[in-house]
């Protein structure tokens, strides 16, 4: 016989008593340094999905450690009672290297509470993702009023290599009526949101080279052109004056109706006194639906060890962010053609691709979504969330937006504007994160409502 569904009062009642297990669960997880990149210790990362499937086999899932040629993911099940429906639920467990220690104020995997909120490396981005769904199933015990799966991946901050292979190869193991997606953020402290729309990714390399080999830059200077002047030459062509990107054939679109007011960006973004926006249009505009490109990293000799010399060759990254509607390998074809063009004074220009990624738009109507802006409503005591894009990317969407075209898919997320995730300091904001806690178990009462 299957369990009446929860009352709104008794969920909230739940989530309440779950909370103090659930933060010190999300402090054991942000101890473990699992970071996926490559030169880093990936004992770390197996350690991480072992903690998790722990977690998931304590909430009475059926639990699987898998992986497709990369790091380990963690596939937990549960069934659904008759005639409800599956909701999978995902986040990640790998986290962003710790980049420069000196500028954290604390170990970055030692969690420490500071006014409020609960700074560690992965704090926010994304284990507490992880902690959230199970706060969920732990406030529900026996009586979840759906099925579930969760999906929990080990190298997401890592580029998602192997995702669409585990996707493919565990298909009926996961497919479900809806999908919520712990990735993202909410729109401020006090306001939910669902994300609606992400940017792709591509990320390449250009190396310029004007010499064999290094030579006095006192002989040679003024006939001879650097390789480092010349990239750096060649780099300022991907602007125009206003700083809009001048890279012709990559799209933008405009319709982002949030006000963000540009005192707020100044704030969030920690922009340096006096220096101005760059690009033209709405704010967020160019932050969620227009392109834009950065320079990542220049290698060349560092200034304290840098001799009196022509340099023969430099290098740099470049990342480029795609507006929804374009596609990566078109962006980069044009992003290669532009470079390749503009190279100053006949210096050699050879471009590089290391990873892209799809962005993507969602369709936040319907049922599922109704559902879910209920639950956020309740959890903010009638605060209605806004429905936002997002500048970053989480390209492996549009890889469930293809697998999945059935499902409902929520972006939903732990992150406010001051969580730093891939920043040094990074933090989560411990009460909305039990408001976040809270809107998933009652996303899943919403859910098992709307789909009986």
Same mark, same amino acid.
Request: proline fraction near 6%; include cysteine; glycine fraction near 10%.
């Given at each position: ?18 909370? %103090?297990?659930?933060?010190?669960? #999300? ?5 473990? %340094? ?21 977690? #998931?086999?304590? *909430?009475?899932?059926?639990?699987? /450690? ?36 000196? +500028? ?6 030692? %969690?420490?509470?500071?006014?409020? &909120? ?33 999906? /929990? ?40 949101? #669902?994300?609606?729309? +992400?940017?792709?990714?591509?990320? *390449? ?58 005192? &707020? ?36 000799? @560092? ?43 006949? @210096? ?11 962005? *993507? ?13 209920? @639950? ?8 209605? %969330? ?10 492996? /969407? ?8 059935? @499902?409902? /898919? ?9 969580? &730093? ?6 933090? #989560? ?7 976040? *806690? ?15």
């Amino acid at each position: 016989m299957t369990s009446p569904i929860m009352s709104e009062s008794e969920v909230r009642a739940a989530v309440e008593r779950e909370m %103090p297990g659930v933060r010190a669960d #999300l402090e054991r997880l942000v101890r473990i %340094p699992g970071i996926a990149f490559e030169g880093f210790d990936h004992s770390h990362v197996e350690r991480s999905a072992e903690a998790v499937a722990e977690l #998931l086999r304590g *909430c009475g899932l059926d639990v699987d /450690i898998v992986r497709s040629g990369g790091q380990p993911a963690v596939i937990g099940r549960r069934p659904a009672p008759p005639g409800a429906p599956t909701v999978l639920l995902y986040a990640h467990h790998d986290v962003q290297p710790v980049g420069d220690l000196s +500028l954290w104020e604390s170990d970055p995997f030692e %969690p420490v509470e500071r006014d409020g &909120r609960l700074y560690a490396r992965g704090a926010a981005d994304d284990k507490a993702g992880i902690m959230a769904h199970v706060a969920a199933l732990r406030a529900y015990g026996d009586a979840l009023p759906v099925g579930v799966v969760l999906f /929990i991946e080990g190298e997401e901050e890592y580029g998602s290599d192997s995702l669409e292979q585990l996707l493919a190869d565990h298909r009926d193991k996961i497919t479900s009526d809806v999908i919520v997606i712990a990735d993202s953020g909410n729109w401020d402290i006090g306001v939910p949101a #669902l994300t609606t729309s +992400l940017r792709g990714i591509v990320n *390449c390399f250009v190396e310029v080279r004007t010499l064999d080999h290094a030579v006095h830059s006192g002989m040679f200077g003024g006939a001879v052109p650097d390789a480092l002047t010349a990239l750096v030459r060649l780099l300022a062509t991907l602007h125009d004056d206003a700083g809009d990107v001048a890279v012709d054939g990559l799209v933008g679109r405009e319709g982002a109706t949030v006000d963000y007011p540009e005192d &707020r960006v100044r704030a969030e973004a920690g922009l340096a006194e006096g220096v101005q926006f760059i690009g033209t249009g709405r704010i967020t505009d160019r932050l969620w639906t227009k392109p834009a490109l950065a320079v990542l990293g220049i290698d060349a000799p @560092a200034t304290g060890e840098a001799p009196n010399a022509l340099v023969p060759a430099a290098k740099a990254k470049l990342s480029i962010r795609l507006a929804p509607g374009d596609d990566p390998k078109r962006a980069y074809a044009a992003v290669r053609a532009h470079l390749e063009e503009h190279a100053p004074w006949g @210096a050699q220009v050879t471009v590089s691709f290391e990873h892209d990624g799809d962005p *993507c738009v969602i369709d936040a109507s319907g049922p599922m979504f109704d559902a879910a802006r209920s @639950a956020f409503r309740t959890a903010w005591d009638g605060t209605a %969330p806004v429905d936002i894009g997002v500048g970053g990317s989480i390209p492996f /969407i549009a890889t469930f937006q293809e697998m999945f075209p059935k @499902a409902a /898919i929520l972006v939903t997320g732990v992150e406010d504007p001051h969580a &730093r995730a891939h920043g040094p300091n990074e933090s #989560l904001h411990l009460g909305e994160f039990a408001r976040v *806690c809270l809107a998933e178990a009652l996303l899943l009462r919403n859910v098992a409502a709307a789909g009986s």
